[in-house]
């Protein structure tokens, strides 16, 4: 996250110091909740003190500062996971000192990590797999789609053709690490626009028609952050060996599985989706998300060694030992990659499957009470029978009653959902980021937010059901939200707009005026995303 840094001459400062306009002159220094008990001296917020203070008021100083943020545990904003068992969490303080890049210091820690690989490569169905562990998806996606550029240089290397001009293909619903790879890595981002009949994920048939020799793959996302749903990986492989019949050009596959991938193989294990597949070249995921594991921890392999240029590789000899890595980061935690090989024992596939098909099940039971309010559209469809989409249906097709087991449609625990187009012309005046503000008064954090570009002018509320989120507390958060919904509802005729602005702060118009401000300020060219990022 960039952060701009306040000099002691910076005119801006007089603003940063007084956002609150409370004419305090010493908003510069941190005022401490029990500073008769401490006595402590003045404590500057941006520069470093002149001299020490005693830990417990260090402790309490940062303590008491970030008592002011959320609560983790009604985040419901967040993929990351955010509660491990006691056991998890005395490993990761017995380890937090050590440096995952020290292979040589750690030889134990290099065998946890090799076998957290190979249980990996299992459960993707691979073969003989290489891979490694990351900071996040983030970083995994940048490996594997520079790998994927890589072997397509080599290719037209020796074709003796040009290699300045490459471009990958995703959907404009992808996490903005995408983006990033595409912006950072000089490739070409030809991004596809979704639609409802898309499901609001990647339309496959548009996706192949933007393939072209230049191609160096395409980037399937398994599990969009914006509704859940799966991208067809299997029925885009088909319609890329039809491609590569009619016009000769072998397109290979990354999946961004950051959250699918510890999803679909306990939920959907029939799914044709990971390294089955021989187009799929590279997968990718996060530890932190549905491995179950705090943030810090991602995964990404590749089919196998071929897949992996070995220009790409770097033989290091450093610490007394010969080591073999390629990641964009070096030093990092290993504890929370140990943690993750907590969660492989400890769960097993077993404990894995009951806790994701737990989460399915409250997302479902979450879905069907937003449905039943009258007040909300299901925009996710994992709560629909497998092959019923859009709102529209509402909960889809009955199951028969003669069948034991239910087939929904593959998807995350995620539910989207917006108002209703009657609700919206009878109460005109309630607007939907206005619930999002309600719930925070709750302690929820509940995102609003526009859909992908083609479908900006639909608004949608999310929630991730994660382990962490009970029964009770969906039970919790159903009366919260109906509760929020009716007392905007119960405001008669049009609503002042000086009255109005505390709910409409966080709202499009808002941020769009605050960030049109900031970049006047600034003056600063800021190239503007295709995916949902927005310009700073």
Not at 148 to 174: T, Y
């Given at each position: 996250?960039?952060?701009?840094?306040?000099?002691?001459?910076?005119?801006?400062?007089?603003?940063?110091?007084?956002?609150?306009?409370?004419?305090?002159?010493?908003?510069?220094?941190?005022?401490?909740?029990?500073?008769?008990?401490?006595?402590?001296?003045?404590?500057?917020?941006?520069?470093?003190?002149?001299?020490?203070?005693?830990?417990?008021?260090?402790?309490?100083?940062?303590?008491?500062?970030?008592?002011?943020?959320?609560?983790?545990?009604?985040?419901?904003?967040?993929?990351?996971?955010?509660?491990?068992?006691?056991?998890?969490?005395?490993?990761?303080?017995?380890?937090?000192?050590?440096?995952?890049?020290?292979?040589?210091?750690?030889?134990?820690?290099?065998?946890?990590?090799?076998?957290?690989i190979s249980i990996i490569g299992n459960l993707w169905n691979?073969?003989?797999?290489?891979?490694?562990?990351?900071?996040?998806?983030?970083?995994?996606?940048?490996?594997?789609?520079?790998?994927?550029?890589?072997?397509?240089?080599?290719?037209?290397?020796?074709?003796?053709?040009?290699?300045?001009?490459?471009?990958?293909?995703?959907?404009?619903?992808?996490?903005?690490?995408?983006?990033?790879?595409?912006?950072?890595?000089?490739?070409?981002?030809r991004m596809i626009p979704v639609s409802e009949e898309s499901?609001?994920?990647?339309?496959?048939?548009?996706?192949?028609?933007?393939?072209?020799?230049?191609?160096?793959?395409?980037?399937?996302?398994?599990?969009?952050?914006?509704?859940?749903?799966?991208?067809?990986?299997?029925?885009?492989?088909?319609?890329?060996?039809?491609?590569?019949?009619?016009?000769?050009?072998?397109?290979?596959?990354?999946?961004?599985?950051?959250?699918?991938?510890?999803?679909?193989?306990?939920?959907?294990?029939?799914?044709?989706?990971?390294?089955?597949?021989?187009?799929?070249?590279?997968?990718?995921?996060?530890?932190?998300?549905?491995?179950?594991?705090?943030?810090?921890?991602?995964?990404?392999?590749?089919?196998?060694?071929?897949?992996?240029?070995?220009?790409?590789?770097?033989?290091?000899?450093?610490?007394?030992?010969?080591?073999?890595?390629?990641?964009?980061?070096?030093?990092?935690?290993?504890?929370?990659?140990?943690?993750?090989?907590?969660?492989?024992?400890?769960?097993?596939?077993?404990?894995?499957?009951?806790?994701?098909?737990?989460?399915?099940?409250?997302?479902?039971?979450?879905?069907?009470?937003?449905?039943?309010?009258?007040?909300?559209?299901?925009?996710?469809?994992?709560?629909?029978?497998?092959?019923?989409?859009?709102?529209?249906?509402?909960?889809?097709?009955?199951?028969?009653?003669?069948?034991?087991?239910?087939?929904?449609?593959?998807?995350?625990?995620?539910?989207?959902?917006?108002?209703?187009?009657?609700?919206?012309?009878?109460?005109?005046?309630?607007?939907?980021?206005?619930?999002?503000?309600?719930?925070?008064?709750?302690?929820?954090?509940?995102?609003?937010?526009?859909?992908?570009?083609?479908?900006?002018?639909?608004?949608?509320?999310?929630?991730?059901?994660?382990?962490?989120?009970?029964?009770?507390?969906?039970?919790?958060?159903?009366?919260?939200?109906?509760?929020?919904?009716?007392?905007?509802?119960?405001?008669?005729?049009?609503?002042?707009?000086?009255?109005?602005?505390?709910?409409?702060?966080?709202?499009?118009?808002?941020?769009?005026?605050?960030?049109?401000?900031?970049?006047?300020?600034?003056?600063?060219?800021?190239?503007?995303?295709?995916?949902?990022?927005?310009?700073?």
């Open positions: 996250m960039l952060q701009k840094h306040i000099s002691s001459q910076a005119a801006i400062r007089e603003h940063e110091l007084d956002p609150s306009g409370t004419g305090r002159q010493d908003q510069h220094l941190h005022s401490l909740a029990y500073s008769s008990r401490y006595a402590t001296s003045d404590i500057p917020k941006y520069e470093l003190p002149d001299k020490s203070c005693e830990p417990v008021v260090a402790y309490q100083l940062v303590h008491d500062e970030l008592e002011l943020d959320g609560r983790p545990a009604m985040n419901c904003a967040s993929f990351v996971h955010t509660w491990m068992e006691p056991e998890a969490d005395k490993l990761i303080m017995e380890n937090i000192s050590k440096n995952l890049s020290d292979q040589d210091e750690y030889p134990a820690t290099m065998r946890v990590q090799a076998r957290c691979a073969k003989e797999a290489i891979g490694t562990p990351t900071v996040g998806s983030s970083e995994a996606v940048m490996l594997g789609g520079l790998a994927m550029k890589k072997r397509w240089q080599a290719k037209r290397h020796a074709e003796n053709k040009d290699v300045h001009h490459p471009n990958i293909v995703f959907g404009n619903n992808a996490q903005v690490a995408l983006e990033k790879f595409a912006r950072y890595f000089d490739v070409e981002a499901h609001h994920v990647l339309d496959i048939h548009k996706a192949v028609e933007a393939c072209d020799e230049n191609t160096i793959g395409i980037f399937i996302i398994l599990g969009s952050t914006y509704t859940g749903h799966f991208e067809d990986v299997e029925g885009l492989c088909k319609l890329l060996d039809e491609l590569q019949e009619k016009k000769g050009h072998d397109i290979p596959l990354h999946i961004d599985a950051a959250s699918g991938g510890f999803v679909a193989p306990f939920a959907f294990p029939e799914l044709k989706w990971d390294f089955r597949s021989p187009r799929v070249v590279s997968i990718n995921a996060s530890g932190h998300k549905f491995g179950l594991s705090y943030a810090g921890i991602g995964w990404v392999l590749w089919r196998s060694s071929d897949y992996l240029p070995k220009d790409l590789i770097f033989e290091l000899h450093y610490l007394g030992g010969t080591e073999y890595t390629y990641n964009l980061n070096f030093s990092r935690p290993a504890c929370f990659m140990i943690s993750q090989y907590y969660n492989f024992i400890r769960l097993g596939f077993e404990g894995y499957t009951r806790i994701v098909q737990n989460d399915l099940a409250n997302a479902r039971l979450f879905s069907e009470a937003l449905e039943n309010s009258g007040y909300f559209d299901l925009v996710s469809d994992m709560h629909r029978a497998e092959g019923v989409f859009g709102w529209r249906h509402r909960a889809g097709r009955k199951p028969n009653p003669k069948k034991t087991k239910v087939n929904y449609n593959p998807s995350l625990p995620v539910v989207s959902f917006k108002l209703t187009d009657d609700f919206k012309k009878e109460y005109p005046h309630v607007k939907q980021s206005a619930i999002s503000t309600l719930l925070k008064t709750k302690g929820w954090i509940v995102p609003n937010y526009a859909l992908p570009p083609a479908e900006e002018d639909i608004e949608i509320l999310r929630v991730v059901v994660r382990e962490s989120l009970s029964r009770d507390m969906i039970d919790r958060l159903i009366d919260d939200i109906e509760n929020a919904t009716n007392s905007l509802k119960d405001i008669e005729g049009e609503v002042d707009e000086a009255v109005y602005a505390p709910l409409e702060k966080f709202s499009k118009i808002v941020q769009k005026r605050k960030a049109h401000a900031r970049e006047k300020s600034n003056k600063i060219h800021v190239k503007k995303p295709r995916t949902y990022a927005r310009a700073c």
